[in-house]
């Protein structure tokens, strides 16, 4: 009765402010205004915090009656299939997710506005590495919201059991996967049949090599054909210390998406998960009411603790010239990043670029901030260019195909499947010639 008598009270006092703000707007009539958000958030905590935002600024605005039409797809298969068939007839969405270096077509086709002069995202002072994860061709196209960051989730239970701590080196990782397959358990879960965590399993060498290495013109000079795979030991080395750990995958590593493996993790069937930090409100979901705890650690790279936590803006949204609301869509971004960040946060539960994360997220959404503003990180934003998007989906095709190998029992080598990538880098490369 006390919850039923709470609520009541909150919408009458809800109304009670909207019919105040009614009498203030009274004298100059509201304008009815359409936007379209074309995003690839398929988590429902990213759902939920995108409408908690799109909310707070309507009421902030109730001199725009504003209708949200937020449509969403699947980023590693349909969504910018279904982008270019949208602007392809004649659809203009207003706001578009996307890093702007992933699809340079739109920047080249007037898609996207050029925010470098944006006195909103002057005003938040990000480093270089944030802003050049929405920037192309040295110029800013896109919001940035917050960032994504991906290491190993391990069941406290199981490491207490087993009697291993958080490795701090590659070889006591592979031991403790050793131990805690002796144990009983398997040691990882995988989700390889979503493409995109062949990836960020060998980003953390990658990157991390690539700049300390002082290469970071890497992925630009990859995609202009000036350099080769070969030509960097970070891909071959990468590949070869990732199939180690490949040995222990289960049988169901290829076929499982998210949150499937999410399920084989958080249910004590694996100890640890390669996961990222765009999926910690599911994780959070999953485990509600229950006694797991998990842990956090970047994963060793080497023996000599090069390791540093990989970032990457996660959430950046572009802004359409074209498109019939875009001043207001415009608006509607600069509330985001701005008094809009906190309802973000505290519905997504994702880390904010400038280190501040909502109360109510979980302590391990808080350290990733800590960690980033730290600045011992690896930022792809500090690299000269990322790859596109064709080169992104080619990279992560031959990477979940060196996966797959293992699965099966071929055992791909390194050197084949950096030939087989390398052919198709080449025919990319001869195709926009």
């Known amino acids: 009765m006390k919850k039923i008598m709470k609520n009541a009270t909150v919408v009458a006092l809800s109304a009670a402010m909207l019919a105040s703000t009614a009498v203030c707007v009274s004298a100059e009539e509201t304008k009815d205004v359409s936007i379209t958000v074309f995003h690839y958030m398929t988590q429902t905590s990213k759902q939920a915090g995108l409408d908690a935002v799109e909310a707070a600024f309507a009421e902030a605005h109730p001199e725009y009656n504003i209708t ?18 949208a602007l392809a007839g004649g659809d203009q969405p207003e706001i578009i997710m996307g890093n702007p270096g992933l699809y340079p077509d739109l920047v080249e086709q007037g898609y996207v506005a050029d925010l470098s002069d944006n006195e909103v995202i002057k005003s938040l002072n990000l480093p270089s590495g944030d802003l050049g994860d929405v920037s192309a061709d ?36 592979l031991d403790a996967c050793q131990k805690i397959k002796d144990a009983g358990y398997d040691p990882w879960a995988h989700a390889f049949g979503d493409a995109v965590f062949g990836d960020i399993e060998m980003r953390n060498y990658v990157w991390t090599k690539a700049l300390a290495g002082g290469d970071n013109d890497i992925f630009e000079k990859l995609m202009s054909g000036e350099k080769k795979l070969a030509d960097y030991p970070y891909f071959k080395d990468g590949l070869d210390i990732w199939a180690q750990r490949l040995q222990w995958m289960r049988d169901d590593a290829m076929t499982n998406d998210q949150n499937a493996a999410l399920e084989v993790f958080t249910s004590g069937q694996a100890a640890m998960m390669y996961f990222g930090s765009w999926g910690i409100g599911d994780l959070e979901s999953m485990i509600e009411g229950t006694d797991f705890e998990y842990g956090f650690f970047v994963e060793p790279i080497d023996d000599e603790g090069s390791a540093k936590m990989n970032v990457q803006v996660d959430q950046s949204f572009m802004v359409n010239p074209n498109a019939e609301n875009f001043d207001i869509a415009t608006e509607f971004m600069e509330y985001w990043v701005t008094e809009g960040a906190a309802s973000w946060s505290e519905k997504s539960w ?13 302590e391990i959404v808080k350290t990733l901030a800590s960690i980033k503003a730290s600045g011992e990180i690896a930022h792809y934003g500090d690299f000269t260019a990322p790859f596109n998007s064709q080169f992104t989906s ?19 080598s390194a050197d084949d499947c950096l030939a087989d990538m390398q052919k198709k880098f080449d025919q990319d490369i001869a195709e926009a010639e």
Do not use: H
């Open 68 to 85: 949200w039409d937020n449509v969403f797809y699947n980023q590693g298969t349909d969504y910018f299939p279904q982008l270019q068939t």
């Open 350 to 362: 994702m880390p904010l670029l400038n280190g501040s994360v909502a109360d109510s997220t979980p």
């Open 394 to 412: 080619d990279w992560r095709t031959y990477l979940t195909a060196f996966a797959e190998s293992y699965s099966n029992g071929s055992d791909m």
């Open 138 to 173: 040295g110029k800013i196209y896109g919001f940035p919201i917050d960032f994504k960051t991906w290491g190993v989730f391990y069941n406290k239970k199981i490491f207490n059991e087993v009697g291993i701590e958080e490795p701090k080196t590659y070889s006591e990782l």
